[in-house]
C-alpha cells in the first residue's frame, strides 16, 4: 500500500484479554519498528525488524509482550492478560533500510488500546 | 484528508549555523503537536505543543506552534555535528497520531 497500515484503529478491552494488533508496512521498506505512546510520554521503543535478522526485542516491556514478522512484510504485536498500564497507542513504522541517519521512517496512524 | 508536511525534506549546514524546520498541517480535531528528533531506532521526544504563541525552549532548540496558520517551526541554533538527524514532526488528534516524512538534517564540521 502507500503508507503504513494498523488495524485495529481502536480496541477496547477487558483486563485480562489477549489482543492482537496488526501493521502492514511500506511494500519493499526491509525495517519495521513498533512502539508505544502513552499521553504526555515520549515513543517508547519495543521491538524492531530488520529483514530476516532475529529481531531486538529489547524494548519489549514484559514477557505478556510479543510480535512476529511473518514474510518479512506483515507484523502482528500480541498483548496476553492485558493490564490497565498497557492502555497506550501503538504505533508501527517502517523504513527502507536500517536506521540510520537520512533513512526516514515512516509511522501508520497508530492502533489505539484501551484496556478496562 | 488529514495531513502533516514537512520542509525542507533534508538539510546540509556547516557547524555554528542557525536551522529552522518547518511542519504544517491539516487535521482535523487537533489536540497537540510534537517534535522527535530520530538518530537510531528511537525517536527522541523534543517537545510537544498544544497553545499558540507560547515558545518551548530546551538549551539551543526552541519550538512554536501557530494555530491559526496550521503550522509549527523548530529553530537550532548554534548547530553541532551531533545534532545530525531526522527530525519528525506528528500531530495528535482526537485518537490518531499523523507523523510528516521528517527533515534530514546533515550538520558538517
Known amino acids: 500500500g502507500a503508507g503504513v497500515s494498523q488495524s485495529p484503529s481502536n480496541k477496547v478491552t477487558e483486563k485480562g484479554k489477549d489482543v492482537e494488533l496488526r501493521c502492514d508496512p511500506i511494500s519493499g521498506h526491509t525495517a519495521l519498528y513498533w512502539y508505544r505512546q502513552s499521553l504526555g510520554q515520549g515513543l517508547e521503543f519495543l521491538i524492531y525488524?530488520?529483514?530476516?535478522?532475529?529481531?531486538?526485542k529489547s524494548g519489549l516491556p514484559s514477557d505478556r509482550f510479543s510480535a512476529e514478522r511473518t514474510g518479512g512484510s506483515v507484523s502482528t504485536l500480541t498483548i496476553q492478560r492485558t493490564q490497565q498500564e498497557d492502555s497506550a497507542v501503538y504505533l508501527c513504522?517502517?523504513?527502507?533500510?536500517?536506521?540510520?541517519?537520512?533513512?526516514?521512517?515512516?509511522f501508520g496512524e497508530g492502533s489505539w488500546l484501551t484496556v478496562v | 484528508e488529514d495531513k502533516v508536511v514537512q520542509s525542507p525534506l533534508s538539510l546540509v549546514v556547516h557547524e555554528g549555523d542557525t536551522v529552522t524546520l518547518n511542519c504544517s498541517y491539516e487535521v482535523t480535531n487537533f489536540r497537540s503537536l510534537l517534535w522527535y528528533k530520530q538518530e537510531k531506532k528511537a525517536p527522541t521526544f523534543l517537545f510537544m505543543l498544544?497553545?499558540?504563541?507560547i515558545e518551548k525552549k530546551s538549551g539551543r532548540l526552541s519550538s512554536i506552534l501557530d494555530k491559526k496558520e496550521l503550522f509549527s517551526i523548530l529553530n537550532i541554533t548554534a548547530t553541532q555535528t551531533g545534532d545530525s538527524a531526522v527530525y519528525l514532526c506528528?500531530?495528535?488528534?482526537?485518537?490518531?497520531?499523523?507523523f510528516g516524512t521528517g527533515t534530514s538534517l546533515t550538520v558538517i564540521p
Open positions: 506528528a500531530v495528535l488528534t482526537g485518537n490518531q497520531f499523523y
Open positions: 498544544t497553545s499558540s504563541g
Open positions: 513504522a517502517s523504513s527502507l533500510g536500517p536506521p540510520t541517519s537520512g533513512n526516514t521512517i515512516y
Open positions: 525488524f530488520q529483514g530476516n535478522s532475529a529481531p531486538d
